[in-house]
């Protein structure tokens, strides 16, 4: 069967500092695979995705980047962290067409 | 483009009374609908689908959901609830031609004794 792996599952990281979250799955092959941000009280904001490795597409215009350096990793970053990045980060996969998504257990971000 | 309105944002209920979570969504296309439920500080899990068929759709905790298209909603209904469902339910939708879900804003159930 297939899973799906986040961590870390809390962060707290001050201003100004780099962040990396890594997303892996396991049990299918060349999925494609999601980053969404949940903001307290609000829903789900598609921040990118990626359907092989290297192809990432962006949905939002933000000082985030994504990366796919394997078929079933997938890695989240930023050189300098903003206030604003505080959220909730879930990482998702789902296999093609009409499929629904899977996600993981999620990243609780805090900015300091 | 695609979008999916949730227009209650909180659902307060007492146990074992109906409940009903609207969703309506906007798209140009034939769609795919789900919904989503998650709990405090966990990831979301899927609840049920609508992919083609029935229109009438069930999960196996007793939701069920319709889809409804001439006016382009899925609401998700459940006769009797369990203090168990408080949970944060979310609506969404894809095509054929897109690559992701669109989310709507979550409606946050509270079930209460």
């Known amino acids: 069967s297939q899973t799906i792996h986040q961590w870390p599952a809390t962060l707290v990281q001050p201003v100004g500092s780099p962040l990396s979250l890594e997303c892996t799955v396991e049990g299918t092959s060349n999925p494609n695979l999601y980053w969404y941000r949940q903001a307290a009280g609000r829903g789900l904001q598609l921040l990118f995705y990626s359907v092989g490795i290297g192809q990432i597409s962006s949905e939002v215009p933000q000082n985030l980047s994504a990366s796919r350096p394997q078929d079933r990793q997938f890695i989240l970053s930023s050189k300098k962290l903003l206030l604003s990045d505080s959220g909730f980060y879930l990482c998702?996969?789902?296999?093609?067409?009409?499929?629904?998504?899977?996600f993981g257990n999620g990243t609780r971000l805090t900015v300091t | 483009a695609q979008s999916v309105t949730q227009l209650d944002s909180q659902v307060p209920v007492f146990e074992e009374a109906p409940v009903e979570l609207r969703c309506n969504y906007s798209s140009s296309v034939s769609v795919y609908l789900f919904w989503y439920v998650q709990y405090p500080n966990q990831g979301l899990q899927l609840l049920l689908k609508?992919?083609?068929?029935?229109?009438l759709v069930e999960s196996i905790n007793g939701f069920e959901a319709e889809f409804n298209k001439s006016q382009t909603s899925f609401h998700l209904r459940k006769p009797s609830v369990h203090i168990s469902d408080t949970a944060e339910y979310f609506c969404a939708v894809t095509d054929t031609g897109r690559r992701a879900l669109t989310f709507g804003s979550g409606t946050r159930l509270q079930v209460q004794p």
């Open positions: 609508y992919l083609s068929g029935s229109t």
């Open positions: 998702a996969w789902r296999a093609t067409g009409n499929s629904p998504l899977h």
